[in-house]
């Protein structure tokens, strides 16, 4: 009896494994993808975001640094990795730690503001502040070079925003009169001479009490209610009374033609 040996040959095949850890060597230099797996193309180093932007804002007649400036950056389109070993099938794939949004930074009293982790490509960068134009540009980021990636990428860039002139427009003032929605009343009474006479000897005070209106208590006299102190008393246009002391200036009474008492703002009699 025969026996036939058969010898089994094992053939292992082995598949390319992409397994590459980057070391950080800088801040804002690249980290490891996290796509970097079993069957997983590793991105080029050259093309990740680690990119870094400084933009100075400056006054443009005074050259003074401005803070406190709203600077916003807006990603318009971002370099494709041309390096070998690019997948073409990802090409349309954001890098990593690529971030498409627009982002929003204020200078500090240097009037810089800083921008960190951005990927290659254009960017517009509109400026906003209180008493200033808003201002915009446009910068481009080049890639790391491909034999030293995790250099120092920064870019800067500086800008001179021109204050706002505001014009003054003329004002035209116009003041009307409005007539008095009350309207005052004038009436008098008149006193004939004839009535005066009796009371020669006693003076004119008493002559006056017979004018209608006038009140006379003791040596006190009121025209209407009102006391003499506030009465302007006048013969002929003349005060009647002294306005320091307050005394009657008064003439004879025989001289007196007649009385009128008038309720107005100003009394004469």
Same mark, same amino acid.
């Given at each position: 009896?025969?026996?036939?040996?058969?010898? +089994? +040959?094992? @053939?292992?095949?082995?598949?390319? @494994? &992409?397994?590459?850890?980057?070391?950080?060597?800088?801040?804002?230099?690249?980290?490891?993808? =996290?796509?970097?797996?079993?069957?997983?193309?590793?991105?080029?180093?050259?093309?990740? +975001?680690?990119? =870094?932007?400084? !933009?100075?804002?400056?006054?443009? *007649?005074?050259?003074?640094?401005?803070?406190?400036? *709203? !600077?916003?950056?807006?990603?318009?389109?971002?370099?494709?990795?041309?390096?070998?070993?690019?997948?073409?099938?990802?090409?349309?794939?954001?890098?990593?730690?690529?971030?498409?949004?627009?982002?929003?930074?204020?200078?500090?009293?240097?009037?810089?503001?800083?921008?960190?982790?951005? +990927?290659?490509?254009?960017?517009?960068?509109?400026?906003?502040?209180?008493?200033?134009?808003?201002?915009? *540009?446009?910068?481009?980021?080049?890639?790391?070079?491909?034999?030293?990636?995790?250099?120092?990428?920064?870019?800067? %860039?500086?800008?001179?925003?021109?204050?706002?002139?505001?014009?003054?427009?003329?004002?035209? !003032?116009?003041?009307?009169?409005?007539?008095?929605?009350?309207? %005052?009343?004038?009436?008098?009474?008149?006193?004939?001479?004839?009535?005066?006479?009796?009371? $020669? &000897?006693?003076?004119?005070?008493?002559?006056?009490?017979? $004018?209608?209106?006038?009140? @006379? &208590?003791?040596?006190?006299?009121?025209?209407?209610?009102? =006391?003499?102190?506030?009465?302007?008393?006048?013969?002929?246009?003349?005060?009647?009374?002294?306005?320091?002391?307050?005394?009657?200036?008064?003439?004879?009474?025989?001289?007196?033609?007649? =009385?009128? %008492?008038?309720?107005?703002? @100003?009394?004469?009699?």
């Amino acid at each position: 009896m025969r026996f036939v040996e058969i010898v +089994c +040959c094992l @053939v292992l095949v082995g598949w390319p @494994v &992409s397994d590459t850890a980057v070391q950080a060597q800088s801040p804002g230099a690249a980290e490891p993808d =996290a796509r970097s797996r079993v069957g997983t193309p590793v991105p080029d180093a050259a093309s990740r +975001c680690d990119r =870094a932007l400084s !933009v100075a804002v400056a006054d443009s *007649a005074t050259t003074l640094p401005i803070s406190q400036v *709203a !600077v916003r950056l807006h990603p318009l389109g971002r370099e494709t990795g041309s390096a070998s070993g690019a997948d073409p099938r990802h090409r349309d794939e954001p890098a990593v730690g690529a971030s498409p949004r627009t982002r929003t930074a204020f200078t500090d009293p240097n009037g810089i503001a800083r921008f960190a982790d951005l +990927c290659p490509g254009s960017y517009e960068i509109e400026t906003i502040h209180v008493g200033y134009l808003p201002h915009r *540009a446009t910068v481009s980021i080049p890639r790391a070079p491909e034999n030293s990636p995790g250099t120092d990428g920064a870019a800067s %860039l500086r800008l001179a925003l021109t204050s706002r002139v505001y014009a003054m427009e003329e004002v035209d !003032v116009r003041a009307e009169t409005v007539a008095p929605l009350v309207s %005052l009343e004038r009436s008098s009474h008149l006193l004939p001479s004839e009535p005066v006479k009796p009371f $020669v &000897s006693y003076g004119l005070a008493d002559a006056i009490a017979l $004018v209608p209106g006038v009140l @006379v &208590s003791g040596e006190r006299i009121f025209f209407r209610g009102v =006391a003499t102190e506030h009465v302007a008393t006048t013969i002929d246009g003349v005060p009647a009374r002294d306005p320091i002391t307050g005394d009657w200036i008064l003439p004879p009474p025989q001289a007196v033609a007649g =009385a009128e %008492l008038i309720a107005s703002t @100003v009394v004469e009699t």
